[in-house]
Nanobody, 123 residues
């Protein structure tokens, strides 16, 4: 499985971006997916996860109500809609595929990672 993330860029605080992550391979719909991010000088942190069907999502507290995670299994793509962006959202965002079907914030549960896409939010 290969994961290709896109959609990052520069935006002013309060703006929006939509990240996409396209996956190769026919087993995409069997696994949960997640987004993690890593800000400069900080460790990678969990952002959001979505179950294999898309019926269940899970967010870290700092993005609840602002970010929305969705997936289109027919297109083998997941999306992270990011609204009301803040400077502290600035980071490289990575999509990841889980080894299981349910949501998890534990990076150990994810065995496939995309290359990352940079999001910069200016104040």
């Amino acid at each position: 499985v290969q994961l290709q993330a896109s959609g990052g860029g520069w935006v002013q605080a309060g703006g929006s971006l939509r990240l996409s992550c396209a996956a190769s391979g026919r087993t995409f719909s069997s696994y949960a997916m997640a987004w993690f991010r890593q800000a400069p000088g900080k460790e990678r942190e969990f952002v959001a996860a979505i179950s294999y069907s898309g019926a269940s999502t899970y967010y870290t507290d700092s993005v609840k109500g602002r970010f929305a995670f969705s997936r289109d299994n027919a297109k083998r793509t997941v999306y992270l809609q990011m609204n009301s962006l803040k400077p502290e959202d600035t980071a490289v965002y990575y999509c990841a595929r889980s080894t299981g079907y349910d949501t998890s914030s534990d990076p150990v549960q994810y065995d496939q990672w995309g290359q990352g896409t940079l999001v910069t939010v200016s104040s």
